[in-house]
Each structure stands twice: as structure tokens, then as C-alpha cells.
């Protein structure tokens, strides 16, 4: 069974640009999970998908942050304009559902962006 | 809201050795889950163990077991005989309906051969 891809692998940009990251989730995988993590710092879940609603985006930064499931498959994050701050590794999750219960989710390689 | 502590940003082990890692969480669920994860450095993340808050049963995967204290809001993991190869960040995360996984900050393992 093929894992979430998760491209690109590495992104280095200037402050003020824009940038997006691509995640295609494991086949069948309703939920969709982007996290943002910080050097030296635990993953933050940034939004949820179902299909290809969300379930919740509370901690994304909307003036720059936008996310995309068209479709319910691959998802689209995109950063505009890009912050010094916003230097991270991207992880993409996925699971068979997000409901009640537990439902593992499993993690793509992450994109590990540089805003200089 | 829910909180994960780790309160050991680093831990060094000796191969064969065993090791505890740290890990208190706050929640007011009362239906919930606990986790430890693995994060080498590839960054794939990868589930080790997982325990329901239900059970009073502490969770065990071959040389992974956890002792969890929910009273104490505790939940410790053991590595026993250390390999090399478990050298990586280890995450504890909590988990309520949802599905919803908060993290806590990391503690990265060490093995010396």
C-alpha cells in the first residue's frame, strides 16, 4: 500500500513570496490533516478535511495560509505572502475517517520549507 | 482544550539499556486516547503505541510499553533493550473525538553503541 506523498521535499524562498505544497493521501482515506512543525517543536494541526469539507481550520493563519481539497483526493497548502515565521516543516496526514473512534493517522515525509 | 507535556528535551540511552520517556497531558475528555509516536530523522512519523483511556491495562509492543497514570495525567513510555535504530524524536500525543491529535514538544533519544 502506497503512503501520503507529500511534494516538494525541500523549498527555500524569500520573505513575501508565495509557495505551495502538494500531499496526495493514502487510497480511501476520507481525512486529510496538514500540521505545521517548527524546529524543535511537536506537530500543529493547521486544518482538517473530510472528503473534501473542513472540519476544522482554527489555528490556520487565513490572512496568508490557504487550503484546498478539490475532489476529496490530493490537497493544495499554500502560503501567500511568505513570513521569516513561517520557516517549518509541512506534514501532510491522512486517515480512513474522522469521526468517532480512533482512526490512525498516517504521515507523509513533510516539506520542509526555508523563508529567508 | 488539551495540553501534552514532555518535559525531557533530550535523552541519551546505552544499546541493550532500557529508557523512560516522560509525558503528562491535560484534557477534559473523558473519552480519549494516548499516543506515542517516532520521528527519525527521515521525518516520517510513525505510531509506536497507543492506549485508551478506558483501559486500566497499560499497552505493550514488544519492547514498547507505556505506565499510564490517569489519575496523575501520566504517560510514560519504555524502550527496553535499546537498538540503534530507535534513536529518533519521540512524540506523546493526545487524541478526543474528533480525531483530533494534540502533540507535545519532543524528546530526542539517543542510543551509544
Known amino acids: ?116 | 482544550a488539551q495540553t501534552v507535556t514532555q518535559s525531557q528535551p533530550e535523552m541519551s540511552v546505552q544499546e541493550a539499556e532500557t529508557v523512560t520517556l516522560s509525558c503528562t497531558y491535560d484534557t477534559s475528555e473523558s473519552d480519549y486516547y494516548l499516543f506515542w509516536y517516532k520521528q527519525p530523522p527521515s521525518r516520517q512519523m510513525i505510531l509506536v503505541i497507543r492506549q485508551e483511556a478506558y483501559k486500566q491495562q497499560n499497552a505493550t509492543e514488544n519492547r514498547f510499553s507505556v505506565n499510564f497514570q490517569k489519575a496523575a495525567k501520566s504517560f510514560s513510555l519504555k524502550i527496553s533493550d535499546s537498538q540503534l535504530g530507535d534513536a529518533a524524536m519521540y512524540f506523546c500525543a493526545s487524541y478526543n473525538a474528533g480525531n483530533m491529535l494534540t502533540f507535545g514538544g519532543g524528546t530526542r533519544l539517543m542510543v551509544k553503541p
Open chain 1, 1 to 116: 500500500e502506497a503512503g501520503v506523498a507529500q511534494s516538494p521535499r525541500y523549498k527555500i524562498i524569500e520573505k513575501r513570496q508565495s509557495v505551495a505544497f502538494w500531499c496526495n493521501p493514502i487510497s480511501g482515506h476520507a481525512t486529510l490533516y496538514w500540521y505545521q512543525q517548527i524546529l524543535g517543536q511537536g506537530p500543529k494541526l493547521l486544518i482538517q478535511f473530510q472528503n473534501n469539507g473542513v472540519v476544522d481550520d482554527s489555528q490556520l493563519p487565513k490572512d496568508r495560509f490557504s487550503a484546498e481539497r478539490l475532489k476529496g483526493v490530493d490537497s493544495t497548502l499554500k502560503i501567500q505572502p511568505a513570513k521569516l515565521e513561517d520557516s517549518a516543516v509541512y506534514l501532510c496526514a491522512s486517515s480512513l475517517s474522522g469521526g468517532t473512534g480512533f482512526y490512525e493517522q498516517y504521515f507523509g515525509p513533510g516539506t520542509r520549507l526555508t523563508v529567508t
